[in-house]
Structures are given as C-alpha cells and as structure tokens.
Nanobody, 124 residues
Framework: QVQLVESGGGLVQAGGSLRLSCAAS????????VGWFRQAPGKEREFVAT????????FYADSVKGRFTISRDNAKNTVYLQMNSLKPEDTAVYYC?????????????????WGQGTQVTVSS
C-alpha cells in the first residue's frame, strides 16, 4: 500500500503563498488519483482539489478555484498543491489522500490512503 507524507505547511500572511507537497513512499504514486482535503478547527473535513492518476483531469472546490493549483510529478513520486492569494479562511490542516485509478472524487470515501496532515495558518 502507498504511504503519504505531507509537507510545506506553515504560517503565512494573508495574500501570501505556500506550496504543499504530498510524497508517496512504499509504492509509486503512478496509478493513484490524489486529492487534497482540509479541516479547520471545529469544522468537518472538506474537499480542496484532486488530480486524476492520468494527469489529464483536475477539479477544485469553488472556494479555492483560481488561487490553488494541483499538479503531480510522477518521477518524484510527489503531488503538489500551490496555494496563492491565501486568506485567513484557508487556515486548516491539509491532508492528501490517494485512490487507485480513481476518477477524481470530491468526497472522502473513495480515497483509501491518507497522510497525517500539515498545518497551514494564514494570519490577517
């Protein structure tokens, strides 16, 4: 099974940028659709973005569309989430998750493998 480790979180001012990484180990990320989700304090985990295993399909939550970009580098076994124009409401723990040959779901259930999460804090 694939193991996922997120990195790149931190504290940033509103309007700033961060790039999150989701690195796969034990198995290659090739063949896995990868999604990013986030959970803010006191709120349920929510979908952020997904990229299909083939790399030809991406989808974003309305709240991040135009500001976040998901991409993958199979040679590096890593999926990225570039976050620009960050807002205080983007503050959350961000998780990546993998779904083998998935179509790119926006719900959590299809994703079988999850990372531990990385904290993103955006100050106003």
């Amino acid at each position: 099974q694939v193991q996922l480790v997120e990195s790149g979180g931190g504290l940033v001012q509103a309007g700033g940028s961060l790039r999150l990484s989701c690195a796969a180990s034990r198995r290659t990320v090739i063949g896995y659709t990868v999604g990013w989700f986030r959970q803010a304090p006191g709120k349920e985990r929510e979908f952020v973005a997904t990229i299909r295993w083939s790399g030809d399909y991406t989808f974003y939550a309305d709240s991040v569309k135009g500001r976040f970009t998901i991409s993958r580098d199979n040679a590096k076994n890593t999926v990225y989430l570039q976050m620009n124009s960050l807002k205080p409401e983007d503050t959350a723990v961000y998780y990546c998750a993998a779904d083998y040959k998935g179509y790119g779901a926006i719900t959590q259930i299809p994703y079988d493998y999850w990372g531990q999460g990385t904290q993103v804090t955006v100050s106003s």
